[in-house]
């Protein structure tokens, strides 16, 4: 069973990597306009993610997926997402999950 959730997980985590990469443009940044928006977006996928029987463990893997794409592929639009890239580069990889962790917590 675990072998089977380690596939469904990989098969995730490419989708949410596809769907970043197709993304235009103009939806980035409408949802990185500002901090709200990112916030109601993440939660919204939180919430998809939930409702599809994720735990926290899986949505924070996913959340961290979306966070190191944002810090490696976009710049900052506000203060708090420059914090939150500053955080991510600064942290290690066991501190990046940690904060993806905490990420999920503030829009659930």
């Not at 069973?1 to 989708?15: I, V, Y």
């Not at 939806?27 to 306009?33: M, V």
């Not at 926290?56 to 997926?65: D, F, N």
């Amino acid at each position: 069973m675990s072998q089977l959730n380690g596939s469904s997980n990989s098969e995730t985590e490419g989708r949410v990597e596809q769907k970043l990469n197709n993304m235009s443009q103009e939806t980035k940044d409408d949802i990185l306009s500002n901090f709200d928006s990112f916030k109601s977006y993440l939660g919204e996928k939180v919430s998809k993610g939930e409702s599809l029987g994720l735990g926290e463990e899986q949505l924070a893997k996913l959340t961290q997926k979306v966070a190191g794409y944002l810090a490696e592929h976009e710049e900052p639009r506000n203060r708090e997402e420059y914090l939150l890239q500053q955080l991510w580069k600064t942290g290690n990889e066991e501190e990046r999950h940690m904060l993806s962790h905490m990420l999920v917590k503030l829009v659930q």
